[in-house]
């Protein structure tokens, strides 16, 4: 099979290229440390996507992954070199995914949300009760076993592997039979697909990826604590993956970088940063429920119209 | 310690039964699963902070209009932005995500996140089995039980009441029956808002006043909902009980931090082991 590159390969060859190549350009930490975040939040977005945007099952809880992930790394840190630290991170988050995921098997649409929307906060609560282990409300200390800049293009390069992987994955058979759950999961019982094995991989998939970005985070943040299982930081993965577009794992990550830059250029106004999110996501919700990426593919079409009604149907 | 925690599982099984059946109201008769109902909450323990400790208001009054301006917030909220989005189980449960982030931020920005006190109207308290219980929380159980005798006469007698549970049964079937289904949806929502609005406004005497304080009831109606099954009063009320007395066995004899993990657990194991609840009709198709 010949490979030909689709306008969503290029565009992002075309993005990654700029993000590659930015830190030669702006030579500014703040700039830096605020990238390297969008590019975690990227990771955590798009694999997101994969549950709530293709199999359609609104995952309200997606931190504990990557809370998971970085609490690992506060635990395993000091006593293991990074490269394993990574693997241990995908690990507890792959585990976690099935402490998730088998409860929320039999359950669809607001009742698997809400149930996802629990597990955080249960950790949240265990995290603040169980405070010899977890440092309670002051969390753990992390070192970071890289430079910031280093940091910036391992966060970079993870986020190129989730969205290629996530990407092949959706484009694939596996992908396919996804969307079909998505769109009727009765019909493709019927068809014979086992929806539970499905659903689960998809859990696990995208457990995979946040627990690995989830050691990043906590190098990033050199610091991990309970609010990472906050209400609002799930609850931003789902407003980013929303206002991106669901189900096109690119559109998520774009959200994310939408988001995160937009938080930080209204740093006067930190206090409102929480407002603006939730209220760009009700505009969103109400006006574009497709998010960015539905917005973009519709001016598209709005321009390449006029060439359309030409060729003959 | 077990005087403690029959009493204040009483009293928390009380405002639990107001809040689920609230909860269950609007969720059965219009399938809407609305997560700014805690946010009603919210909004009206807000509006009585701000009646009793700023305006000076009586508390008797001042109850009555947190509950009835936050009817009007629920009110707007369904029309504005639930309405349109109606036909999507996903997108409202995602704008009513949203509305209930936003008014928490509306609150935090009026009112920091300092915790407020609302000053009693009623002082003083007695002591049952030598633990002390305020006059306040006596009258929170006598209101809430109240209440829940008011919802059920409302439900079975009255027309409209009748109208709510025909919609709740069957909205199309009710709808060929010349029942103006729309105008039931809002009646649900305005009467489910003054329910979360009227527990808001009772608890916020006893409790701190805090902008996070939403998110708890909606957690807990919905796990006494999930736990009692819908369309089951006698199921609700048991259920809220069961709820509120293991959280206070939980707070008295382990930790009170891991209060809600308990209902959450609760949630959890429900949905798990036995998803269409203990009683009544389940919620998980």
């Known amino acids: ?313 | 310690m077990a005087a403690d925690i029959i009493i204040f599982g009483t009293i928390w099984g009380a405002i639990y039964t107001i809040l689920a059946l609230g909860f269950t109201l609007i969720f059965g008769v219009a399938r809407i699963l609305n997560l700014a109902y805690g946010a009603m909450y919210l909004v009206a323990s807000y509006l009585i902070y701000s009646l009793v400790s700023g305006l000076d208001m009586a508390a008797v009054p001042a109850w009555f209009i947190a509950v009835a301006a936050t009817c009007l917030v629920g009110m707007a909220l369904y029309r504005v932005f639930i309405f349109p989005l109606r036909a999507s189980l996903a997108r409202v449960l995602i704008v009513t995500a949203g509305i209930a982030i936003f008014l928490q931020e509306v609150a935090v920005l009026a009112y920091s996140t300092e915790p407020r006190y609302v000053p009693t109207a009623l002082s003083g308290s007695f002591a049952i089995l030598h633990v002390r219980v305020t006059y306040q929380q006596l009258v929170t159980i006598v209101v809430a039980f109240a209440l829940v005798f008011v919802l059920h006469a409302f439900l079975v007698r009255t027309r409209l009441g009748r109208e709510l549970r025909a919609v709740a049964q069957d909205s199309e079937m009710a709808s060929l029956m010349g029942i103006p289904v729309e105008r039931v949806y809002l009646s649900a929502m305005v009467i489910s808002t003054g329910l979360a609005a009227a527990a808001g406004a009772l608890v916020a005497p006893f409790l701190t006043v805090s902008p996070d304080m939403g998110w708890s009831p909606l957690l807990v109606a919905f796990t006494i909902v999930v736990l009692g099954g819908l369309g089951s009063l006698w199921g609700t009320i048991v259920a809220a009980f069961i709820v509120a007395y293991a959280e206070m066995l939980t707070a008295f004899l382990i930790s009170p931090q891991l209060r809600e993990a308990v209902t959450f657990a609760i949630m959890i194991a429900t949905l798990t082991v036995r998803p269409h609840g203990l009683f009544g009709k389940g919620i998980v198709e």
């Open chain 1, 1 to 313: 099979m010949k490979y030909f590159p689709t306008p969503v390969h290029l565009g992002l060859a075309v993005a990654f290229g700029a993000l590659a190549l930015l830190p030669f350009w702006i030579d500014n930490p703040y700039v830096l440390s605020v990238l390297t975040l969008a590019a975690l939040y990227a990771i955590f977005a798009s694999s997101w996507d994969i549950l709530s945007g293709y199999i359609g099952q609104l995952n309200f809880g997606h931190a504990v992954f990557f809370g998971v992930g970085a609490y690992a790394t506060g635990f395993l840190g000091p006593h293991l070199h990074p490269l394993l630290v990574l693997p241990a991170g995908a690990l507890v988050g792959i585990g976690f995914a099935f402490l998730v995921g088998v409860p929320c098997l039999k359950l669809r649409g607001p009742y698997l949300s809400l149930t996802t929307l629990v597990f955080p906060l249960i950790l949240e609560r265990l995290a603040f009760t169980f405070r010899d282990v977890t440092g309670g409300e002051y969390g753990i200390t992390v070192a970071s076993p890289l430079s910031r800049i280093g940091l910036y293009y391992a966060s970079l390069a993870l986020l190129l592997v989730t969205i290629g992987t996530l990407l092949a994955v959706a484009e694939s058979r596996i992908g396919r039979t996804f969307r079909a759950i998505g769109d009727d999961d009765q019909a493709a019982m019927a068809a014979g697909i086992d929806t539970t094995r499905y659903k689960l991989g998809a859990f696990v998939l995208g457990a995979a990826f946040a627990g690995l970005g989830g050691v990043l985070y906590a190098y990033h943040l050199r610091h991990v604590g309970p609010e990472t299982f906050s209400l609002f930081t799930s609850f931003s993965i789902v407003i980013m993956g929303i206002v991106g577009g669901m189900g096109t794992v690119v559109g998520p990550a774009i959200g994310a970088y939408f988001l995160t830059l937009l938080g930080e250029s209204l740093r006067e106004i930190e206090t409102f940063r929480i407002l603006i999110y939730s209220a760009v996501l009700i505009l969103c919700v109400m006006l574009f429920p497709k998010g960015l990426w539905g917005l973009a593919a519709a001016l598209r079409e709005l321009v390449s119209k006029p060439a359309e009604s030409r060729s003959p149907r």
